[in-house]
């Protein structure tokens, strides 16, 4: 019989990426604490102490069991997290970018009720927006009081993350068992903890292999951002492309989109002006390797197993199209380097399109904006984003940043503006 893990892991959010992704790398270093406000969920997971993972994509589909957890409801039971928290090695989170500021007042007092005897807590968002980290770091930062903000700098490590895993809609009813695709990435970024004094590395062992924290199958990098931008430009791009075509041809899932010939070509010609400029910037990665990587993903994708909703996978427009995101952020590149963007904009039209879906508060907020306001306000109100000065720096100031009426995509995105409003008026 295996020994029990000695780490424990606080995971906040019991959802499919937090049991179906992070679960699944934790499991057999670590106990789990899973933090959520779905007490139906919370209450399984206690009842049963473990559950299955359904991995599709291969001819098996033989499950593997997560042990060693526990959950506790981070609204009724706030000690109980946060003494937890205290004591962990590790805080993760996979809640969407929108909660981590509720999340983040558990963590600081945390934080603050850590003994200085331990090595410092290590918390990575493993949310699928830029400098995730850093974001939960600044709603964290906003609970520690002016005269604790010293200590708790030494108390706590923040690295930022790629994680790619996609984890559809799972079938109806209460179930800690969760379905997803086989394929699994997480890239997480080791310079943080350098500055770290337990955390140094061995001078016996290569910087190339030093691992700040033993989480298996964890890929630690000294440069993080062309990981990042590899996946959110492939795999994000590529994964709503299809969802926003979908959506606007009727398509219900993902797969049936991508089976559709005229929206698998649009995908792909959308990936492939990614690709152009993910190879221009990073000399890292090949054209060949890249190429490799884009088809992966339009397989991954098209895979009918997954029973990909559009509806899931569009969700968020208004996150979707901001300056860094999926679509804005490379064909912006693109425009500059006087490059192909067609396809690009194509699929920026089809998510300006996705407005009012039932459920999905951003889609009803993107179609109000686009009632009310000129193309030049929209552009200034969608496509933009709040970010530090300095992204290296977690104490540099966080600023808005838009797209300038100079910029070679501007007029271009204009157009397309016009075009569904006036699609829209009709």
Known sequence: MADAPTLKAVQFGAGNIGRGFVGCFLKDKYRIVFADTYAPIVEQLNAKGQYNVIEFGTEETKPQTIKNLTAVNSVAEKDKL????????????AVGPGILKFIAPAIAEGILKRSADLDPLTVIACENVKGNTHILADEIKKHIPSESAEKAKKLAVYANCAVDRIAPAQPSGISPDVQVEKYAEWVVDRTPFKSYAPFNADPKIKAADWAPLEIPGVKWVDDLEPYIERKL????????TAAYFGYNRNKPYVHDAMADPSIKEAVEAAVTETAAYIVKKYTSISEEEQRKYKEEIIKRISNPALNDSVLRVGRDPMRKLGLEERFIGPASALAKEGMEIKSLLAAIEMAFRFQNVEGDEPSETLAKIMAEKNPDQVIEEVCMVKKRVDPNDSNSE????????DHPLYNRLKEVVQKVQADSRD
Do not use: G, R
């Not at 946060?82 to 989170?93: M, R």
């Open 398 to 405: 966080v600023k808005l940043f838009k797209l300038e009426p």
């Open 233 to 240: 430009f492939t795999v994000n791009t590529a994964h709503a």
């Open 82 to 93: 946060v003494e937890e928290i205290s004591t962990a090695n590790l805080v993760t989170c």
